[in-house]
């Protein structure tokens, strides 16, 4: 089955700095990959995405690459600011029907920003 | 988007009882899932709650351990079995939307704990 890799555990920037969480992934099937935010004591948040067949997603201070060849994907974050702060899931899908997909997660990411 | 509501949001358990995990959601959705969530850990899957039928598990869960039920497009639960400490967690449910829309929400989660 898939399996995701996901590097760093814990990542501490100062503020303004950028942050790249990195992953890979295993099955070359695999055609979406998500990335999750989840703040202490809260559900997961998607953040950005991006498809097979893209590759590269832009959404402000955030963006994500795909590399389907070596088959990692990473996110950056510019301009990092306290509200960054909360771990970070990486996540490939397994293929369904109608779109709908079940999700391997990364191990996550700490991001500590400081001011 | 989706409104999902899960409930309880905690419990404590004293270790061979079960409890069960309901997650209601606004809209009708093609997919439903159920993820766990162990200290400081990832999201691992547990199973695809499949409506009207029995649910697929992930290797590693039984459906004696966990029997999940999906009696509609809107509605799940799952019940954690003879607990055990080890069945502290949180327990998440995830939906997907139908359509092609592949964005997977997350419910606020469970959190288990037995003593």
């Known amino acids: 089955g898939e399996n995701v890799e996901q590097h760093p555990s814990t990542l501490s920037v100062q503020e303004g700095d950028s942050a790249v969480i990195k992953c890979t992934y295993s099955d070359s099937a695999s055609n979406y990959f998500p990335w999750y935010k989840q703040e202490l004591g809260k559900r997961p948040q998607l953040i950005i995405d991006i498809r097979s067949n893209v590759g590269e997603k832009k959404d402000q201070r955030i963006a994500v690459t795909l590399n389907k060849t070596a088959k990692h994907f990473s996110l950056h974050i510019t301009e990092t600011q306290p509200e960054d702060s909360a771990v970070y899931f990486c996540a490939a899908s397994l293929g369904g029907i109608q779109g709908a997909q079940k999700l391997v997660f990364g191990q996550g990411t700490r991001l500590t920003i400081n001011p | 988007s989706a409104v999902i509501s899960q409930k309880p949001s905690r419990d404590i358990c004293q270790r061979g009882t079960s409890l069960t995990i309901q997650c209601q959601v606004d809209?009708?959705?093609?997919?439903m899932f159920w993820y766990r969530q162990q200290p400081g850990q990832s999201l691992t899957l547990i199973a695809t709650a499949n409506q009207g039928s029995e649910a697929t598990y992930e290797s590693g869960f039984v459906i004696d351990k966990f029997p999940i039920s999906r009696p509609n497009l809107t509605f799940s639960t799952l019940t954690v079995s003879n607990m055990s400490p080890e069945d502290s967690s949180i327990y998440l449910c995830?939906?997907?939307?139908?359509?092609?829309?592949?964005?997977?929400?997350f419910g606020q989660g469970t959190r288990l704990t037995v003593v």
């Open positions: 995830s939906v997907v939307h139908s359509g092609g829309d592949t964005e997977a929400f």
């Open positions: 809209s009708q959705v093609t997919m």
